[in-house]
């Protein structure tokens, strides 16, 4: 039987079968940095798998024989399932071991990565997909929910800065990674490249992975879960259509939209209706934590802005410049690289300083690379390009680990997964949302009064949106642990 563990400092006699006694621990033990190396490891795997296909699309119109409404399932499938999926990883992390979680989540996603691999048309690979979204779904929050149960609160910004490897370097390097694969192979080598690594996880995680904390044996309420299909489903879905359709919102999208916001209401009441016998799929009482709404706020506002980056900078610098894919990719690589590499050291200033100083100036700078990005033109050397991004980047980073840390470190035990599964939700609608608004917006303006205008007008309104950013980090301070007073 797999052993049960958790750190003394987040210690609690409902959730651990151990006692060392004595002060919190400044350090780790062995076999939970290994856990977490392990689950950071697979999460890493699972978010390059997100980007890695957008540089593919166009190649797989051609193999496939597909036209490009229909191509862009892959990548609007994969955003559904997660949509769907991660509400539910608040009530899959308490019914089920840490061990078990972790065998779904990447069983699902290499069982999808090898379908992938060998799919003889587009119906298998979209199934694929829908697969491997699955299991990617899972991961973060596991990821999220591990850290709060097994690191003191004093040290949860170093461990947190380290995820941010794993959620900003993977994106970035998605592009350049499939670029230079499709320069010397077929598609399918994009998923032949991350099925050993995704092995190598399964195997690591299968042979050293132990279970931490209690299960608890909650009800599933299958009306919650019939809710979440319309209610996350359809916002992402109305909102990726109407950002994807160019020429303003379709009677599809809007009926999505519709429908979506509909069962979110119902989704939100019934919730609230189960939280008094204690039986939520995802319990809302996480947001009674003042510091977690106004984190959770500013990641909205942040990865709005971020998405909104993502998609109209390789417009840019493809429509305008002349780019092609792989030179795209090597463009954006350095931001996305800065501001992985540069989380864990963010993480130790903020268990030193707190998260005003960081996410005031990470704001801030954020705003101001947003709005020298809407002054871009047909001329504007590609060094100064590498270097807004940058700036962009650096700015973000010092926003994701301090909300992430800030929002989560107040909860009680029994609502870690539930508030990494509430965060990692709002992050996926949120990004439909920011993709949503500014490729309308660019789209609109194009067709008026050119592309470069249409792009001056969308990076305009990411800067104005992240002023929002500005005023919910002044509200951002510092908190302890729901079961004692950090440790300093």
């Given at each position: 039987m797999a052993t049960d563990i958790s750190s003394t400092a987040r210690r609690d006699p409902a959730q651990t079968t151990v006692d060392t006694g004595g002060a919190p621990p400044e350090k780790l033990s062995r076999e939970s940095?290994?856990?977490?190396?392990?689950?950071?490891?697979?999460?890493?795997?699972?978010?390059?798998?997100?980007t890695i296909m957008n540089v593919a699309l166009q190649r797989l119109m051609v193999d496939l024989r597909v036209?490009?409404?229909?191509?862009?399932?892959?990548?609007?499938?994969?955003?559904?399932?997660?949509?769907?999926?991660?509400?539910?990883?608040?009530?899959?992390?308490?019914?089920?071991?840490?061990?078990?979680?972790?065998?779904?989540?990447?069983?699902?996603?290499?069982?999808g990565t090898l379908l992938a691999a060998l799919a003889p048309g587009f119906e298998v690979l979209l199934l694929a997909r829908i697969v491997q979204a699955g299991g990617t779904a899972i991961m973060l929050p596991l990821l999220m929910t591990t850290i709060l149960t097994l690191v003191p609160v004093s040290r949860r910004g170093a461990v947190m800065?380290?995820?941010?490897?794993?959620?900003?370097?993977?994106?970035?390097?998605?592009?350049?990674?499939?670029?230079?694969?499709?320069?010397?192979?077929?598609?399918?080598?994009?998923?032949?490249?991350?099925l050993p690594i995704a092995l190598l996880a399964f195997g690591i995680g299968a042979r050293f992975l132990r279970n931490i904390g209690e299960n608890e044996k909650t009800r599933l309420d299958a009306l919650s879960v019939v809710l979440t299909?319309?209610?996350?489903?359809?916002?992402?879905?109305?909102?990726?259509?109407?950002?994807?359709?160019?020429?303003?919102?379709?009677i599809p999208a809007l009926a999505a939209l519709t429908v979506g916001v509909?069962?979110?209401?119902?989704?939100?009441?019934?919730?609230?209706?189960?939280?008094?016998?204690?039986?939520?799929?995802?319990?809302?009482?996480?947001?009674?934590?003042?510091?977690?709404?106004?984190?959770?706020?500013?990641?909205?506002?942040?990865?709005?802005?971020l998405f909104g980056a993502v998609i109209l900078l390789p417009l840019y610098l493809q429509e305008i410049?002349?780019?092609?894919?792989?030179?795209?990719?090597?463009?954006?690589?350095?931001?996305?690289?800065?501001?992985?590499?540069?989380?864990?050291?963010?993480?130790?200033?903020?268990?030193?300083?707190?998260?005003?100083?960081?996410t005031l100036t990470g704001s801030s700078l954020m705003v101001l690379s947003l709005w020298q990005l809407s002054r871009l033109d047909a001329q504007t050397p590609v060094g100064w390009i590498i270097a807004l991004h940058v700036g962009l980047s650096l700015g973000?980073?010092?926003?994701?680990?301090?909300?992430?840390?800030?929002?989560?470190?107040?909860?009680?035990?029994?609502?870690?997964?539930?508030?990494?599964?509430?965060?990692?939700?709002?992050?996926?609608?949120?990004?439909?949302?920011?993709?949503?608004?500014l490729v309308s917006i660019?789209?609109?303006?194009?067709?008026?009064?050119?592309?470069?205008?249409?792009?001056?007008?969308?990076?305009?309104?990411a800067a104005a949106i992240a002023l929002a950013a500005v005023v919910l980090s002044m509200l951002m301070r510092k908190t302890d642990g729901a079961s004692g007073p950090a440790a300093h």
């Open positions: 940095v290994a856990i977490i190396a392990t689950l950071l490891a697979a999460t890493f795997v699972v978010i390059l798998n997100e036209d490009a409404p229909t191509v862009q399932w892959l990548s609007t499938g994969f955003m559904l399932t997660m949509a769907v999926v991660i509400p539910t990883t608040g009530f899959i992390l308490q019914r089920l071991s840490t061990r078990a979680v972790f065998m779904l989540a990447m069983g699902l996603f290499s069982g800065g380290n995820v941010s490897i794993a959620i900003s370097v993977a994106p970035a390097m998605g592009p350049t990674v499939s670029g230079l694969i499709l320069e010397h192979f077929t598609w399918r080598f994009m998923f032949f490249f991350v299909v319309p209610a996350f489903g359809g916002l992402v879905y109305g909102l990726s259509q109407i950002g994807g359709g160019g020429g303003g919102p379709s509909v069962a979110l209401l119902a989704f939100v009441l019934r919730q609230l209706r189960l939280q008094k016998s204690d039986a939520p799929l995802l319990d809302l009482r996480a947001f009674n934590f003042r510091m977690f709404t106004v984190s959770v706020l500013l990641l909205v506002v942040a990865m709005i802005a410049r002349g780019l092609k894919s792989l030179e795209t990719g090597l463009v954006l690589l350095p931001g996305g690289l800065a501001m992985g590499l540069l989380g864990p050291v963010i993480g130790r200033l903020f268990d030193r300083v707190g998260p005003l100083p960081l973000l980073a010092l926003l994701f680990t301090p909300a992430f840390t800030t929002g989560l470190n107040p909860l009680p035990p029994h609502l870690y997964s539930h508030g990494s599964a509430i965060m990692s939700t709002l992050q996926q609608v949120a990004g439909a949302a920011g993709t949503a608004l660019f789209a609109v303006v194009s067709a008026g009064a050119g592309i470069v205008a249409g792009m001056h007008a969308a990076f305009l309104t």
